[in-house]
């Protein structure tokens, strides 16, 4: 038998029933919905630990015996940006609207408790085997947009349990076009187009935290506890000192002595992303706090701007494409 490449490994989600994670481990029901791929040109990578403990008696230097006592399980997919179907798992709530042919909108919002997914993973070992992960819940995801590159993914998820699953199962890949540098600007406050960006990096930080329970060594829970919306390496080529100055002084403008005391209103950040199938993904962000700053003075260098801090928080995340239904939370538990 020959050996298998990352090449012939892909991965796939569908959202579970709300419900499925109040039943015990053995009995969690993987979702029953159309499952979908995260992106293209995707990576996985799987840490499992079973939290074995050596247990040693007197008479011997070796172990009496390896209880399991803490499973934990993660799933890091990595990839090319051409849908955020999967927002609804990082942030919580979708409403889908718009008309057709390819002006549906899927609007993605804040909600305070997180829906969990089925992960999917055939490696082609055999044509009827894939491993499967349950109860997946996004802990992070980081949306990453610098020059000269497609815009990037980064999605890091906890599970209740995975096992191989016999079974044939199909591959879904997505064809729709990637998002691209080219295609994404920056308003900064919204409305004003900041020229000249070259990077900038959207973190959203769930702050997962595991309920144990009594009988088991899995999971009860996975608990979104504080949210965290950070913006990091947001790096501009200035000209001038006026978008400095808001940045610094993190005012929309409204503030005319624009000094270090912030009295005026913080601004809002807005990224907006245009692909080639002309689809649109706009992320606007309240109350963006500068925290940090780099202005380097080289002589050999463009002079450019580099800041990290955070927003507030995450007004929506508006997708629109061609069509009309996003993926939804399964109904397959009673």
Same mark, same amino acid.
């Given at each position: 038998?020959?050996?298998?490449?990352?090449?012939?490994?892909?991965?796939?989600?569908?959202?579970?029933?709300?419900?499925?994670?109040?039943?015990?481990?053995?009995?969690?029901?993987?979702?029953?919905?159309?499952?979908?791929?995260?992106?293209?040109?995707?990576?996985?990578?799987?840490?499992?630990?079973?939290?074995?403990?050596?247990?040693? +008696?007197?008479?011997?230097?070796?172990?009496?015996?390896?209880?399991?006592?803490?499973?934990?399980?993660?799933?890091?997919?990595?990839?090319?940006?051409?849908?955020?179907?999967?927002?609804?798992?990082?942030?919580?709530?979708?409403?889908?609207? +718009?008309?057709?042919?390819?002006?549906?909108?899927?609007?993605?919002?804040?909600?305070?408790?997180?829906?969990?997914?089925?992960?999917?993973?055939?490696?082609?070992?055999?044509?009827?085997?894939?491993?499967?992960?349950?109860?997946?819940?996004?802990?992070?995801?980081?949306?990453?947009?610098?020059?000269?590159?497609?815009?990037?993914?980064?999605?890091?998820?906890?599970?209740?349990?995975?096992?191989?699953?016999?079974?044939?199962?199909?591959?879904?890949?997505?064809?729709?076009?990637?998002?691209?540098?080219? +295609?994404?600007?920056?308003?900064?406050?919204?409305?004003?187009?900041?020229?000249?960006?070259?990077?900038?990096?959207?973190?959203?930080?769930?702050?997962?935290?595991?309920?144990?329970?009594?009988?088991?060594?899995?999971?009860?829970?996975?608990?979104?506890?504080?949210?965290?919306?950070?913006?990091?390496?947001?790096?501009?080529?200035?000209?001038?000192?006026?978008?400095?100055?808001?940045?610094?002084?993190?005012?929309?403008? =409204?503030?005319?002595?624009?000094?270090?005391?912030?009295?005026?209103?913080?601004?809002?950040?807005?990224?907006?992303?245009?692909?080639?199938?002309?689809?649109?993904?706009?992320?606007?962000?309240?109350?963006?706090?500068?925290?940090?700053?780099?202005?380097?003075?080289?002589?050999?260098?463009?002079? =450019?701007? =580099?800041?990290? +801090?955070?927003?507030?928080?995450?007004?929506?995340?508006?997708?629109?494409?061609?069509?009309?239904?996003?993926?939804?939370?399964?109904?397959?538990?009673?």
């Amino acid at each position: 038998m020959s050996n298998i490449s990352g090449s012939q490994t892909n991965v796939q989600y569908a959202f579970e029933d709300s419900d499925a994670y109040d039943q015990a481990i053995g009995s969690h029901s993987a979702s029953d919905e159309d499952f979908v791929a995260f992106g293209q040109g995707v990576t996985s990578d799987v840490s499992e630990s079973k939290g074995a403990e050596r247990v040693y +008696g007197q008479g011997s230097r070796n172990a009496q015996s390896s209880p399991e006592l803490n499973y934990e399980g993660s799933i890091t997919i990595n990839g090319v940006l051409n849908n955020v179907y999967w927002l609804l798992g990082v942030l919580g709530a979708n409403a889908d609207a +718009g008309s057709g042919p390819s002006s549906w909108t899927h609007t993605y919002t804040e909600a305070d408790s997180l829906p969990s997914a089925t992960i999917r993973r055939p490696h082609k070992f055999t044509v009827n085997q894939y491993e499967q992960f349950i109860g997946c819940r996004m802990d992070s995801a980081t949306i990453n947009l610098a020059v000269n590159s497609n815009v990037l993914f980064t999605i890091e998820n906890k599970f209740r349990k995975s096992s191989v699953v016999d079974g044939v199962l199909s591959f879904s890949l997505d064809t729709q076009a990637p998002f691209t540098f080219t +295609g994404g600007t920056l308003e900064f406050p919204s409305g004003t187009q900041i020229a000249k960006v070259q990077s900038c990096e959207l973190n959203v930080v769930n702050t997962l935290q595991k309920v144990p329970e009594a009988g088991t060594k899995f999971a009860a829970d996975y608990v979104a506890t504080k949210r965290e919306h950070n913006i990091n390496n947001l790096a501009i080529a200035i000209t001038d000192f006026t978008l400095f100055k808001k940045i610094m002084y993190n005012t929309d403008g =409204t503030d005319s002595a624009m000094d270090d005391i912030d009295t005026g209103t913080f601004p809002s950040l807005v990224l907006n992303f245009t692909n080639a199938d002309g689809h649109t993904i706009v992320a606007t962000l309240a109350n963006f706090k500068v925290n940090e700053r780099t202005l380097p003075g080289n002589p050999e260098e463009i002079t =450019t701007l =580099t800041t990290s +801090g955070w927003c507030e928080s995450l007004t929506s995340v508006v997708y629109t494409n061609a069509t009309e239904d996003a993926p939804t939370e399964a109904t397959n538990v009673s």
